[in-house]
């Protein structure tokens, strides 16, 4: 099933009697978005932890939406940017933008942002949008992406 809910929308495969409490720990190991804060929702119903997921009787290709709740207001996460060569980590809120990550990146490290693009589980991130839309959590890795020219 797919798990929709920010810019990246992975498929987790799971077996009828596992519980929804299952799939969330899977979330956790495939996002890193801790179960506690996790929330997902089939249509309009929130599913609940202790229920089965033959009870909802998904269909193949339908979508759980993922809500996830928000960091305690002003707490900063470490976030490793992993280049090739050199890793370094940045701290950041999950509500800032991308745009701040990628201004961080620039100071530290010298690289023009034109430079560069930042990738979260192969997906491009974009400037506007904050950095939870990419379920950014404690020790996220974001991969820095040089786009060199050939001379």
């Given amino acids: 099933m797919r798990i929709a809910g920010g ?20 979330i956790e190991k495939e996002l890193g978005v801790e179960v506690e804060r996790q929330r997902l929702w089939y249509e309009t119903r929130e599913v ?3 229920e089965m997921i033959g ?7 339908d979508t759980l ?5 928000p960091l305690e207001e002003g707490r900063k ?6 280049q090739i060569g050199a890793n370094g980590y940045v701290r950041m809120r999950e509500i800032d933008k991308v745009s701040d990550l990628r201004n961080k990146v620039e100071k530290y490290w ?13 997906t491009q991130m974009q400037d506007h949008l904050p950095l ?12 820095l992406c040089l786009n060199l020219q050939p001379r």
């Fill in 65 to 69: 939406n993922l809500t996830v709740r």
């Fill in 7 to 26: 810019e990246i929308v992975p498929e987790i495969e799971m077996v009828a009697w596992g519980s929804i409490l299952d799939l969330k720990m899977e």
């Fill in 77 to 82: 996460l470490h976030i490793l940017v992993k």
């Fill in 48 to 50: 609940r932890n202790d």
């Fill in 110 to 122: 010298g690289i023009p942002q034109s430079l560069f693009t930042l990738r979260r589980f192969n």
């Fill in 132 to 143: 939870f839309a990419y379920y950014i959590t404690e020790d996220t890795e974001i991969h």
């Fill in 55 to 61: 009870a909802y009787r998904f269909r193949e290709g």
